[in-house]
């Protein structure tokens, strides 16, 4: 027997204290959950489960949900033998106009933000209401390379114009979007606006992020101009990500006992967990001494192997909690870093992002291949290479982490 009924889903709040709304279906003891797209305060959704005379916005909300529900119920009947499957391709028929871009974003989105990737759901959401307030109801069928020019050279002028690097932000999730509909036959191939003869995504200037390894010794011998305990531990925390492979902020966070083995740390970037889980890259870092002593200052005394490294997070924390922390952490660090940078006269922005590209310009001024820089990395981009390599060996790895401290003085 197949069930289904319109629940509010409590686990993420969104704006205004709202929670989605969701079609919730039932099958063989399998649950899953379809977005309706409408959200409510948990008052208004009782409201309305309570029946009775209601006010004109949520009696047309009502209305809605009924409607949705109906159509789901509709489909249900209609197929015997039932699967989820088929289901699922008949409702995204139903419940919204597929052709309009809108529809597709929205569904994309409600995935991102079921596997927590609340970062790319924020640059997807960006881009799509950039597209809105430029043409309202706007369908693939509508985005040829003229309208994405048309586009482009609105951005460049509106009222608050914007960089091409921002149009480039706003236009790679639009085309990720339009394979995603002719995929699923919205939208033919022949109609795909973008690449080389049509239109091409501008790439912004490549403004060069890293340090010099003079800059990066003066961080490493930096004194302390406050009693704040926080500015020497956001100038050791930058650093332990410059030695531990450009190791970013939330990754050190998220870094638990079990992660060291022997003397490397070894962990997948919660980055690429979701999307690699086919087959996930796990990065080696080799400790140095520095990251030793790093975490001797500034991490937790006593680890069991699930406790955190460093006391940024807690286990009793709820993933909002969690990225809220995360976040606070790293404005911190940043601001901290901004106050060194200036008292050691470095005109470069010193923020946790830099030294992720430091590690990866000494790495390469050393004489280190791109291959195994893009390995310790943990990217993927250069697929041609990276797919066939070998790993490379951990004592190749403890020879250049060696290199990430040339700028030290010599001993006396």
Same mark, same amino acid.
């Given at each position: ?37 409408? @959200? ?9 489960? +309570? ?20 159509? +789901?119920? @509709? ?15 008949? !409702? ?97 191939? @022949? ?18 992020? +890293? ?22 531990? +956001? ?52 400790? %140095? ?27 009793? !924390? #709820? %993933? ?31 923020? #946790? ?7 990866? #310009? ?7 291949? #791109? ?5 310790? !990395? ?25 290199? !990430? ?8």
């Amino acid at each position: 027997m197949v069930t289904s009924t319109i629940i509010i889903d409590t686990r993420r709040e969104k704006k205004e204290g709202k929670y989605p709304l969701k079609l919730r279906v039932t099958y063989v003891r399998e649950v899953k959950y379809y977005p309706t797209y409408i @959200d409510l305060l948990p008052k208004e959704y009782d409201r309305i489960n +309570a029946g009775g005379k209601l006010p004109k916005a949520l009696k047309e909300v009502n209305e809605e949900l009924i409607s949705f529900q109906s159509n +789901a119920n @509709d489909i249900i009947k209609s197929l015997k033998p039932f699967s989820f499957v088929s289901f699922e391709r008949k !409702l995204g028929q139903k419940s919204g106009d597929r052709g309009l871009v809108e529809t597709m974003y929205k569904e994309y989105l409600q995935q991102l933000r079921e596997q927590d990737r609340e970062n790319t759901a924020d640059s997807y959401q960006g881009g799509l209401t950039s597209l809105l307030s430029y043409r309202k109801n706007l369908r693939f069928n509508d985005i040829t390379p003229h309208f994405l020019n048309e586009y482009e050279q609105w951005m460049l002028r509106v009222e608050k114009p914007h960089s091409l690097t921002t149009v480039g932000i706003y236009l790679r999730p639009l085309r990720i979007i339009f394979n995603l509909a002719i995929a699923e036959g919205i939208v033919s191939r @022949d109609q795909y606006p973008f690449g080389k003869g049509k239109y091409q995504i501008p790439i912004g200037k490549n403004i060069k992020k +890293a340090l010099p390894l003079t800059d990066i010794g003066k961080i490493y011998y930096y004194e302390p101009v406050t009693r704040y305990p926080e500015e020497m531990r +956001a100038r050791d925390l930058w650093l332990f990500s410059y030695f531990a492979s450009g190791m970013n902020m939330k990754d050190i966070a998220l870094l638990k006992e079990k992660h060291i083995d022997g003397e490397y740390i070894k962990f997948i970037r919660s980055k690429t967990k979701l999307t690699t889980r086919s087959n996930p890259q796990v990065i080696s870092v080799y400790m %140095n001494a520095d990251m030793h002593r790093i975490i001797s200052r500034w991490g937790n005394p006593d680890r069991m192997p699930d406790d955190y490294i460093f006391p940024i997070l807690c286990a009793y !924390l #709820t %993933n909002k909690q969690q990225k809220e922390r995360i976040k606070t952490f790293i404005k911190n660090v940043n601001a901290w870093m901004k106050d060194i940078a200036i008292s050691l006269e470095i005109s470069k922005p010193v923020t #946790t992002y830099v030294a992720r590209h430091s590690f990866s #310009t000494v790495l390469k001024r050393s004489g280190a291949s #791109t291959e195994f820089i893009s390995e310790a !990395l943990g990217h993927r981009d250069i697929k041609t290479t990276v797919s066939y390599l070998d790993s490379f060996e951990d004592e190749t790895k403890k020879q250049f982490s060696e290199k !990430l401290s040339a700028f030290k003085k010599e001993p006396v």
